[in-house]
């Protein structure tokens, strides 16, 4: 999409050209061609274009040729610029797309050629392409709102996040705020007004169970300038499950207070036995998030997902950068800062019993930030949030709106001249809203050149599970050569019989650590495997329907990476997935299998299927002690088994839920191994009272098992 305004098509003079030629190969299909009947092949329109310096201009091409034959495409121009830093690509259809992202030296008017050739007929259009040079931060969109770098939805006390959107455009009155990326499924945008909206998400189960953080890219686009773009990370905090074995990540940090004008940079080392999954998070505020009840309010304080400075996941040392609360003020102003630093480790690969640190383990970190009244200095492109940490007293802090981020500049004009590879931009407005000629990049980026594009594959777009089904059936078998691009996640759908035994397995490089995991038709996760390496492997028996292979990477290190995906259908490999026990049906209350207290009371031989509980009623008298004892083994994460007790009007009195894992706990008869035990007082006033233990399997898990249920002596 080209986000510049097209200009009328200009006149057709023609202008002697460079010979710089770039071609791309784009076979449509094999054919004919090449007799004397043979027909040249014919290009689709393109339109004159304009864009403006540091913008990306992306051009579609495509063409047509009735013998079939394999075509290429070229393009020509005067323009050296864009003739040695342009790029066209081939999709597997057959088209093309032309990318060029113009520097300062490229501001001007051109005559492009695109030319499409069959190997002996081609066919030319001529079009114009001016490059205007607009000053970064000048007229371009701003956020105003949501503030900050993200925010967290405690799932201990809402379900849904909401978030405000505010946008200002001094010259334009209505702007396209759209979600840019990829997309958060179940997510909704309201538009409000022409310059205001409304994002707004309730987490689906499945998105529980994917990952803990989400990154909301919004885009606000006039369609003068590259569309301003506003990263935004909701982090879902849940309590774990408790009892888990094994040990959590263990965080070490020192806080320092902060006495100059740059932003405050934390730093922590973070240990784990087995390694932590995702990069540790950490939560500031400027009021204190400690309530009355002592806990923190993780939602009041503002995440940050820390960048990894040496080590790796077993042992590394992680920074994070807040914003310097008092810079700009008068010396000797001061703040106070409060912070949380948070990481979870991937004990459990297939399953949730993961441990959760927070650091420190109650309240939150505090440290005094001062202005000390000195001159930031830094240098130009340093990353900044205000123009006072720039080097001389002119020298502005400018946010690049295609980035969301902000670099230093220099002063130029009256005598100052640039350093080299940098021009003198006037007008450019910093984030303090001053206005002076700056020396920026010739890109009109700090972030250099932008990397080579991630060469997707032949299943793109495949993003989501709408993508997918839209596009072709993952085959069975391997298929080799596909791609894992930064922030982009594969879906491949396919179907099944009944049962099936579906056997998957990804092998990538070592450039990230991709993971694998099975959904249902509605998205619903069955299996997953998220080791430290990008090999993974699951099975799991199904009944007819369709499902959808999900490949991403674990942010720890999210770059370009092959992989190779190879299913398995075994057809009437499995049998029924569970078999009820005999005493069946026992599911609820009123069909609870009665138990003949005082007798000691014991069974063995059960089965809990998926979803289908296992009820006992017990009648009790005040003072009795109930003593409950299940036995079973598990020796994998769908194998547990958690045991409940509800009175008489169906209050679960031991609540544990896979949306509040941490309500589960082992003295309840809820642990994450096997066996559970759970003993129970009678209260005064039953003559007698009843009472139901329900064996419940966590998150659909299916075993065998043996319960006794006694009044010990």
């Not at 392409?129 to 007229?139: H, R």
């Not at 967290?152 to 396209?176: G, N």
Request: proline letters at 6%; hydrophobic letters at 35%.
């Amino acid at each position: 999409m080209n986000h510049g305004r097209f200009s009328p098509r200009g006149a057709r003079a023609r202008l002697e050209f460079f010979a710089f030629t770039l071609l791309a190969a784009g076979i449509l299909s094999c054919g004919g061609g090449g007799d004397g009947s043979a027909q040249a092949p014919a290009l689709d329109s393109i339109n004159d274009q304009q864009v403006a310096v540091g913008e990306e201009l992306v051009i579609e091409l495509s063409a047509t040729d009735e013998d079939s034959d394999a075509l290429t495409y070229s393009v020509s121009s005067q323009s050296s610029g864009l003739t040695e830093a342009g790029e066209l690509m081939t999709r597997p259809d057959g088209s093309s797309v032309f990318r060029w992202r113009p520097t300062a030296a490229d501001v001007g008017s051109w005559f492009v050629d695109f030319t499409v050739s069959d190997g002996a007929l081609e066919d030319t259009e001529t079009i114009v392409v001016e490059v205007l040079q607009v000053a970064a931060g000048v007229a371009a969109p701003v956020f105003r709102a949501p503030l900050g770098a993200g925010t967290t939805l405690d799932l201990a006390k809402q379900e849904c996040v909401a978030v405000d959107i505010v946008v200002e455009d001094p010259d334009t009155p209505q702007v396209a705020i759209t979600q840019a990326s990829t997309v958060i499924d179940q997510a909704s945008l309201t538009i409000e007004t022409g310059l205001s909206a409304q994002w707004s998400w309730c987490p689906t189960a499945a998105q529980l169970e994917d990952t803990d953080r989400y990154l909301l890219v919004l885009a606000a686009d006039d369609l003068e300038h590259a569309p301003t773009t506003k990263n935004y990370l909701i982090v879902l905090r849940r309590r774990p499950k408790q009892d888990c074995p094994g040990e959590g990540p263990a965080i070490a940090h020192t806080p320092k207070d902060h006495g100059s004008p740059l932003d405050v940079v934390i730093t922590a080392e973070v240990s784990d036995d087995i390694g932590i999954k995702r990069e540790p998070i950490l939560y500031y505020g400027l009021e204190d998030p400690v309530g009355g009840d002592g806990a923190v309010d993780f939602a009041s304080l503002t995440p940050v997902t820390m960048a990894l400075g040496s080590g790796d996941a077993k042992a590394g040392t992680w920074t994070a950068t807040i914003p310097n609360p008092v810079v700009g003020e008068a010396e000797g102003a001061s703040a106070s800062v409060y912070y949380v630093i948070s990481a979870s480790d991937n004990d459990d690969a297939q399953g949730d019993c993961d441990h959760l640190t927070d650091a420190p383990e109650s309240g939150a970190f505090v440290i005094s930030v001062t202005n000390s009244g000195e001159s930031g200095g830094a240098a130009p492109c340093a990353p900044c949030s205000a123009d006072a940490q720039c080097g001389g007293a002119q020298d502005l802090c400018v946010h690049e709106p295609q980035h969301d981020a902000a670099f230093c500049a220099v002063a130029c004009g009256e005598g100052k001249t640039c350093p080299d590879g940098y021009v003198c931009t006037e007008g450019v407005t910093s984030v303090d809203d001053v206005s002076l000629a700056q020396c920026r990049p010739a890109s009109q980026s700090c972030l250099g050149p932008e990397p080579e594009q991630c060469v997707n594959d032949g299943y793109e777009p495949n993003n989501n599970r709408g993508d997918a089904l839209a596009g072709p059936m993952l085959a069975e078998g391997s298929t080799n050569g596909l791609m894992s691009c930064p922030g982009d996640d594969d879906w491949y759908w396919f179907s099944a019989q009944d049962g099936t035994l579906i056997e998957a397995i990804l092998d990538g490089g070592d450039a990230s650590d991709l993971d694998l995991a099975l959904y249902d038709i509605d998205g619903a996760q069955l299996e997953e495997s998220a080791g430290l390496s990008s090999f993974e492997a699951l099975e799991r028996c199904v009944d007819a329907g369709g499902y959808f292979l999900r490949v991403s990477a674990a942010q720890l290190n999210n770059q370009e990476n092959q992989y190779l995906l190879d299913l398995g259908l075994v057809a009437g490999e499995c049998g029924p997935s569970c078999e009820d026990d005999d005493a069946e049906d026992d599911d609820s209350a009123a069909q609870a299998r009665p138990v003949p207290l005082p007798d000691p009371y014991s069974s063995q031989g059960n089965a809990i299927c998926s979803g289908d509980d296992d009820w006992y009623a017990v009648s009790l008298f005040s003072g009795e002690l109930l003593d409950v004892q299940l036995s079973f083994t598990q020796s994998a994460p769908d194998e547990d088994l958690d045991l409940h007790f509800f009175n008489a009007s169906l209050d679960d009195l031991t609540p544990c839920s896979e949306e509040e894992p941490w309500l589960c706990t082992s003295d309840q008869g809820q642990s994450g191994d096997s066996d559970e035990h759970y003993t129970f007082t009678t209260p005064g006033g039953c003559t007698p009272c009843e009472y139901y233990v329900v064996v419940r399997g966590w998150d659909g898990s299916e075993n065998d098992y043996d319960i006794a249920i006694t009044l010990p002596d």
